[in-house]
């Protein structure tokens, strides 16, 4: 699962005081008739207003909370990892961007899921291998993040721990061993997809219930999603299920953070210690 991660000013134009017309006879006294107008133009208090005070503040307030709901709507969302289904490729405490664009809008785009319309709307089809936020069927307000293995008319079955996709096993090579954070070294292993994407899986025990499983067929316009911590994922072998295409979310993009999973972000003064840099800025897509 995975839980959620300035505006500019608006200036107003400067207003400009001047006179319509040019003197024409600087040097002659004026008349009465015309000395009144003049005198009281040039003694009239300038007119106040309310600029840079309260409204001016909630002015600037609601037009960054309204920018920042159409950039989380359409754009990117953050998220944060609190959970170790994705290890190694996502570690607890990670923070990313996912993008709403990259397969249309559903209502799941929308903030509490409004549901605004049916389906989904500029829809553009996953890959194979994309790691993707999605609602779980069943349990809408809750998002999760898992790799896409399997396509709608897919075959999907684990023998022994190795994926095999439309009955071809998924080539599989150890990759030598993952450390976490507190020094526990597991095996792990680079799965290459039929599409060429690859990426790290973990083996966590070589006899869990999810290593052999039966032959999935993936129904139409679902799609079958996995954990790359293969031992300790709940994901589509499981009670996750097919997941429909009007569940997706968006796609994961990119680390923005990382930092130890016992540490809160706002705590600054932990991170020399707790900040993971190698991670931030890593790209996911």
């Known amino acids: 699962m995975v839980d959620e991660t300035q505006q500019p000013r608006d200036h107003g134009l ?12 600087r040097d002659a006294a004026p008349t009465d008739s015309q000395a009144t107008p003049d005198i009281k133009a040039r ?18 307030i ?12 359409l754009f990117f969302q953050p998220f944060s990892i609190p959970s170790g289904s994705m290890i190694p490729t996502l570690l607890v405490g990670d923070y990313l961007f996912v993008s709403k664009w990259s397969y249309g809008y559903s209502r799941y785009s929308a903030p509490l899921s409004l549901p605004l319309f049916e389906g989904r709307i500029f829809a553009s089809e996953p890959t194979r291998g994309d ?63 039929p599409n060429g994407v690859s990426y790290m899986t973990l083996d966590l025990n ?9 032959e999935f067929l993936v129904p139409e316009n679902h799609y079958f999603m996995m954990g790359d911590n293969r031992d300790n994922s709940l994901d589509s072998r499981f009670d996750v299920g097919y997941v429909p295409f009007e569940n997706l979310v ?33 790209w996911l897509g």
């Open 43 to 60: 003694t009239q208090e300038p007119e106040k207003t309310d600029k840079g005070g309260f409204g001016e503040t909630v002015k600037v």
């Open 206 to 214: 070589p006899n869990s219930a999810g290593d052999n499983t039966r």
């Open 131 to 193: 790691v993707v936020v999605f609602r779980k069927p069943g349990e809408e307000d809750t998002d999760y993040i898992k790799r896409l293995v399997g396509l709608p008319g897919d075959r999907i079955q684990m023998r022994n721990g190795q994926l095999f996709i439309n009955g071809v096993g998924v080539p599989r090579e150890e990759a030598g061993m993952f450390v976490d954070d507190n020094g526990t070294e597991v095996p792990q292993y680079r799965e290459t997809l």
């Open 14 to 25: 400067g207003e400009t005081v001047g006179e319509a017309g040019a003197l024409k006879n």
């Open 250 to 282: 968006g796609k994961a993009q990119m680390i923005f953070f990382s930092i130890e999973d016992d540490v809160s972000p706002l705590e600054f003064w932990l991170w020399p210690s707790d900040l993971r840099p190698s991670r931030i800025f890593t």
């Open 62 to 73: 609601v037009q960054a909370l309204l920018l920042a709901l159409v950039i989380r709507t």
